[in-house]
């Protein structure tokens, strides 16, 4: 669960910094003749909402409602309680707190215009009770997907300034794990509580405890023993902003030797990126990445029929699968997205002391 309320950090993240992705946002909906967008968010979908307010809706659900000019207001689907601290915390206009959000999102689209055009975000994930509430109000609906995508790339310093710290907590985490370890539940334990030691404010641990029988990597429910070679795989958030680090560990006499070219090996694929024809030599990859709203979204992997090209200037997850003499290594960190032609690198090595 979620480490606490988490706060606004204006130290890390300066209103300044949220003005500019404003102002970016509506000269692109100037541009494109929209009057609101409108950004759905809940406990998976935090990440739009996160980006353009600065607040962490990390629980029930919300809709923040951008207009031409000024700051959002935010439709909260919470008691009134929490409004002020929610005022605390987000670059926000207004808050409107409702157990019927998708009626009062409809009410404040036609109070700020008439025959307003809305562009939803993510439209086809929103829940119905919210498009129709709109939908009642404006005289036209349209996707908003492309343009809120379109306005986040590339990473601002900001942003990008998260990600590394989220990297370093990922990497100090996984490094907190001991490759003689052979309790799965301690395994996690020792990770998870690294983590949070560090600020992450939640964190997902999953396991492939035994890669001689199995790849995949699952969040174990109680414990299970770790064979001869096992991966730990790390997700976790500081301050909205997701990453993930995938670390092969264990007991076996080749490992070092494995790790060793594996690290090259991905090194070299992550360079080429966003092209993936390197990546693809592997027994497996996935690309993930933040688009929009979801934070850890699918973007192009081996199992993906359909791909989609990290925007130069962003941060992705890049996970692979490398195979030696039918020896296993799981790897993966997350990775800046060259621009210019500059390579793609990751933000921290998926290195570890092997000794550990």
């Given at each position: 669960m979620r480490r606490g309320l988490i706060s606004w950090s204006k130290a890390e993240l300066s209103e300044s910094v949220l003005d500019a992705r404003i102002a970016r946002a509506q000269a692109a909906m100037a541009q494109a003749g929209i009057d609101i967008l409108a950004i759905y968010t809940n406990p998976a979908r935090e990440s739009g909402v996160a980006w353009l307010a600065g607040f962490i809706p990390y629980w029930n659900?919300?809709?923040?409602?951008?207009?031409?000019?000024?700051?959002?207001?935010?439709?909260?689907?919470?008691?009134?309680?929490?409004?002020?601290?929610?005022?605390?915390?987000?670059?926000?206009?207004d808050v409107t707190n409702t157990t019927?959000?998708?009626?009062?999102t409809g009410r404040l689209v036609a109070q700020q215009k008439s025959g307003a055009t809305v562009?939803?975000?993510?439209?086809?994930?929103?829940p119905g009770s919210v498009v129709d509430g709109i939908r009642a109000n404006a005289a036209s609906v349209i996707d908003g997907s492309a343009l809120l995508e379109q306005v986040r790339a590339p990473s601002d310093p900001a942003e990008l300034a998260f990600a590394f710290k989220a990297a370093g907590i990922?990497?100090?985490?996984?490094?907190?794990?001991?490759?003689?370890?052979?309790?799965?539940?301690?395994?996690?334990?020792?990770?998870?509580?690294?983590a949070r030691r560090n600020g992450a404010e939640e964190v997902y641990v999953a396991l492939a405890t035994?890669?001689?029988?199995?790849?995949?990597?699952?969040?174990?429910?109680?414990?299970?023993?770790?064979?001869?070679r096992f991966a730990a795989r790390v997700s976790l958030a500081y301050k909205g902003t997701w990453v993930r680090m995938v670390r092969t560990l264990g007991r076996d006499a080749m490992l070092a030797d494995d790790l060793a070219s594996a690290t090259s090996q991905f090194a070299?694929?992550?360079?080429?990126?966003?092209?993936?024809?390197?990546?693809?030599?592997?027994?497996?990859?996935?690309?993930?990445?933040?688009?929009?709203?979801?934070?850890?979204?699918?973007?192009?992997?081996?199992?993906?029929a359909d791909a989609r090209t990290p925007a130069p200037g962003t941060v992705v997850t890049v996970q692979a699968t490398i195979e030696t003499d039918g020896r296993t290594i799981l790897i993966g960190a997350p990775v800046l997205i060259g621009r210019n032609g500059e390579a793609a690198s990751a933000l921290i090595a998926p290195q570890f002391d092997t000794a550990e």
């Open positions: 659900q919300c809709v923040l409602l951008l207009p031409r000019a000024g700051r959002p207001v935010l439709v909260a689907g919470m008691t009134a309680r929490v409004r002020d601290w929610i005022m605390r915390n987000g670059h926000l206009a019927r959000i998708g009626a009062e562009a939803i975000a993510d439209i086809e994930s929103v990922a990497h100090a985490a996984l490094a907190a794990a001991s490759g003689r370890e052979t309790d799965g539940a301690r395994l996690v334990g020792a990770i998870d509580g690294a035994d890669l001689a029988a199995s790849r995949r990597l699952i969040r174990l429910e109680g414990t299970a023993a770790l064979g001869p070299t694929g992550l360079a080429a990126l966003p092209q993936t024809d390197r990546l693809k030599r592997f027994a497996g990859f996935l690309i993930e990445g933040c688009r929009t709203t979801t934070p850890l979204e699918p973007l192009a992997g081996s199992m993906l």
